[in-house]
């Protein structure tokens, strides 16, 4: 054979042998590698955070908690319910019995730290909603980081009648400091509150020193260094939301 012969065989057997490693199958996801537990929130919804806010992003869940290896707990902003599932499968994916009226509902678990959910028949986007896992030494909720997200800091306080440099403390659990009489607040994200106001608004809803709760639509300027709020009128009788906005109350500048 000759030396020319000799290196189109050698190459000849190489690509015959590249073609035959193409094609051999992935080994498929090892079942012990897909355990899951722990609380993981909606990073779909929290990632454009403030710029949107949750109220404004379709959602099945914000939060799914796994506690036991056959059960999800499940808050979707309004109320917490649990579910059962099966799994998983090869590719770490695991069914969610009767999530919603259209059926079961799957999920994949991705690593340690995060879950596509399969829901796209729910909230009618073209896309999964990607969960991340929080750290188990943080006992936050998702009201948690929207709070770290949106307000928490130190502002100052821009309203007539209080002087310029008056400071307020917004704290994560929902307290606040230095606005009397206002003593905590609650960022609407889920539930009746997303219908308060004609047209639609972000809201935020305060709770004084009497037990009187005050709501105010908001406007946060891109890059969270103003904040404005605005009175909203009172309740329509006999109608849910339909509230009017009204004038800028105060702001709050960093």
Not at 141 to 167: A, P, R
Not at 193 to 213: A, G, V
């Amino acid at each position: 054979m000759s030396k020319m012969k000799s290196i189109y065989l050698f190459c000849g057997l190489g690509i015959v042998l590249f073609l035959a490693s193409c094609k051999s199958p992935i080994a498929p996801v090892q079942k012990s590698t897909c355990i899951i537990a722990g609380k993981y929130l909606n990073y779909t919804v929290l990632e454009h955070c403030p710029d949107i806010l949750p109220g404004e992003v379709p959602s099945y869940a914000l939060e799914i908690n796994f506690k036991s290896r056959d059960t999800i707990d499940v808050f979707n902003g309004f109320e917490r319910f649990r579910l059962p599932y099966t799994g998983p499968t090869d590719s770490c994916t695991y069914t969610i019995k009767n999530a919603t009226q259209f059926g079961d509902m799957k999920f994949m678990v991705q690593g340690d730290t995060m879950v596509q959910l399969y829901d796209s028949a729910w909230t009618q986007l073209n896309r999964t909603s990607v969960f991340r896992r929080i750290d188990d030494s943080k006992p936050w909720g998702f009201s948690n980081y929207l709070n770290e997200c949106v307000i928490v800091g130190t502002w100052n306080l821009i309203k007539e009648g209080v002087g310029k440099d008056h400071k307020v403390i917004f704290l994560r659990n929902g307290q606040v400091d230095g606005m009397s009489p206002y003593l905590s607040y609650d960022i609407c994200y889920a539930g009746d509150c997303l219908e308060e106001t004609e047209p639609y608004s972000n809201t935020i809803d305060f709770l004084d020193d009497h037990n009187k709760h005050t709501a105010f639509a908001i406007t946060i300027v891109p890059g969270r260094r103003t904040i404005k709020f605005y009175s909203i009128g009172d309740p329509v009788p006999d109608q849910k939301g339909g509230r009017k906005i009204g004038p800028l109350a105060f702001e709050l500048k960093q």
